[in-house]
């Protein structure tokens, strides 16, 4: 199996990806890689593009798998963006880029992580070489559906579709590979509902299940309109406080970077000529580090909005006594206190809340503004506060 072994449950992609590698009647240069977030879309695409390089076809062990595994081979490009889309500009250079000739392996390889980005100029101008790639050239074009692609990039691609892996999948593998215990890992294959690295950071990892519990206890809080604000802004602090666990670290490492390239603290530099030769790359930095941190955060309250889909589910469970298990089990008297304490048409209004915020977030929604909206509608299913 070899480096198929990080996907869980894609027999079938599996099964045509490495036919594809092996098989050069059945090799496509162009792939459109779907599923939904976490089932392991890139990991798929980085996995095949090792099998394409490998010498025996995807080893998993051998210097080239595990150089294209860990995303530092040279021909093996990985696109992802930290931006909310891709300009033409962007894309012009990955194309330009990709006509590389592959140095010792057959393949020069883009894997783009996010192909949903790419704005529809981009799009016109990569077209091209989506169609006609040069011979050695294969493009791995990664997106959540296939709907958020336009058509005419869905037209030139081969598309592949990866499922939701099952509970008991992403349990037993959450014990074969990281030796988690059972329960620990029934409750994070339960809690990530079929999310594999979400799954593997809550069973290896206290602070996001504590945060996951903090999350959970939000409906439970929602007494009156002053408690909504409290936990629309208590929400949005601790996505920011994630943020920045997430974006201090590259920002850090890229102004390192940066100043470096500069000579900064060499002898015989002075501080004027620094700012003039470093300001323009230095303010085009900065706009990309805030861009990111904006998309991190957003980012974090979305998944705080997902946990709360899956509190109002279990509810919705409950009332209409559904044969079907608990998300969040360990929390079963609570759910069923909420559950007798509102109807199932209440519920159905506050799950509908939900998705109407999450709408409202992947549309740039004025944060806590957004989570406070939601929080007085999961209060009070039958008042609508537009934010
Ligand atoms: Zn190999």
């Not at 169609?131 to 692609?149: A, F, G, R």
Request: glycine fraction near 6%.
């Amino acid at each position: 199996m070899g480096v198929w072994d990080q996907l869980i449950g894609q027999d079938a992609v599996v099964a045509e990806l490495s036919h594809a590698a092996s098989d050069e009647s059945a090799m496509t240069h162009a792939w459109l890689i779907t599923g939904p977030p976490g089932s392991g879309r890139s990991t798929a695409a980085i996995a095949f593009a090792a099998a394409l390089q490998c010498p025996v076809g995807g080893c998993g062990t051998c210097a080239t798998c595990m150089t294209v595994l860990a995303g530092a081979h040279r021909d093996v490009e990985i696109v992802r963006s930290d931006q909310l889309s891709y300009s033409t500009e962007d894309a012009r250079e990955l194309v330009a880029r990709s006509s590389v000739v592959p140095a010792d392996v057959p393949w020069h390889v883009v894997v783009i992580e996010d192909a949903d980005r790419f704005t529809e100029s981009a799009v016109n101008v990569m077209l091209k070489a989506i169609e006609e790639p040069p011979p050695h050239l294969v493009w791995l074009l990664c997106t959540p559906s296939v709907e958020d692609v336009l058509p005419t990039i869905r037209s030139r691609t081969r598309v592949l579709h990866l499922r939701t892996p099952g509970t008991t999948e992403v349990a037993q593998a959450l014990q074969g590979r990281y030796g988690v215990d059972p329960a620990m890992a029934a409750f994070a294959a339960r809690a990530s509902q079929g999310h594999v690295g979400r799954a593997r950071a809550l069973a290896t990892d206290e602070g996001t299940r504590l945060r996951r519990q903090e999350i959970l206890r939000i409906p439970g809080s929602l007494r009156d309109l002053g408690s909504c604000f409290v936990a629309g802004e208590a929400l949005v602090a601790m996505a920011t406080e994630d943020a920045a666990s997430i974006c201090d670290p590259l920002d850090a490492a890229e102004e390192d970077a940066l100043q470096r390239t500069y000579g900064v603290g060499a002898e015989g530099v002075t501080k004027g000529r620094l700012d003039r030769l470093m300001g323009r790359e230095s303010k085009e930095l900065h706009k990309a580090q805030t861009s990111r941190r904006k998309r991190s955060l957003r980012d974090q309250v979305d998944r705080a909005f997902v946990d709360l889909l899956s509190y109002y589910r279990d509810v919705l469970v409950l009332q209409i006594k559904a044969d079907s298990a608990l998300i969040n089990d360990e929390m079963r008297p609570q759910l069923t206190q909420e559950a007798n304490a509102s109807t199932p048409t209440d519920t159905a209004r506050r799950l509908d809340a939900i998705e109407r915020g999450r709408l409202a977030l992947a549309a740039n929604g004025a944060l806590p503004l957004v989570a406070e909206s939601l929080f007085v509608e999961l209060k009070d299913p039958l008042v609508r506060v537009r934010g």
